[in-house]
């Protein structure tokens, strides 16, 4: 299953800085060299993503607009509950962006585990897009398999309780030292409940 992939390319790596390609995925040839310039002289910067493309049955379509998000507040819990409030498409989760942002963080195999992972990097800095550069996402007209199928590698029902509570623990994790913050955790809950139901 894909999470299963996703924690051990992480956990079997040691480098600096980190990045997921989709298996079905291709970036442009500068995507890398270029978003690492960008996160050595940008310390408030967390994530850099190519320009989001989509490719189906091997034809590029154009830009995914959809994905395009602006997570640029100045202040981490902002881009954090706006993140939580806004993610839908989240190509950006094939961003490049430091290792240290995901210190401690538990891969949990829940729904929409990408969701809380990229909260999780924005809290340590803003989005970032390369203007020529780009991610080639490939999407698919028909699935054989389901999402859950795809993520576990098993035939395996997921609920929306594993998913809320893996946001809030990392939530509480990430903000810890800062109680004003960490008094907003109510907030994010009545988010994803609005967003996705109880």
Request: aromatic share 16%.
């Amino acid at each position: 299953g894909a999470l299963n992939n996703f924690e051990r390319a992480f956990n079997f790596t040691a480098s600096d800085y980190f990045m997921w390609l989709g298996g079905h995925d291709y970036i442009s040839n500068h995507l890398l060299s270029n978003a690492l310039e960008v996160l050595k002289n940008e310390a408030d910067i967390s994530m850099v993503c190519g320009q989001p493309m989509a490719v189906m049955n091997e034809k590029v379509l154009g830009h995914v607009s959809a994905a395009n998000y602006s997570f640029n507040d100045d202040f981490a819990y902002n881009r954090y509950l706006k993140s939580v409030a806004e993610l839908a498409n989240c190509t950006i989760f094939h961003s490049v962006f430091r290792r240290s942002a995901l210190e401690g963080y538990d891969f949990r195999h829940t729904l929409s585990h990408d969701h809380v992972l990229i909260s999780r990097l924005l809290a340590f800095g803003k989005l970032y897009y390369l203007k020529n550069d780009f991610y080639f996402r490939r999407y698919f007209s028909e699935r054989e398999t389901t999402q859950e199928e795809r993520m576990l590698g098993e035939i395996k029902k997921m609920n929306r309780t594993d998913f809320y509570d893996h946001y809030l623990t990392d939530f509480k994790k990430v903000f810890s030292n800062q109680p004003h913050v960490l008094a907003q955790a109510e907030n994010i809950k009545k988010v994803l409940i609005k967003r996705f139901g109880v």
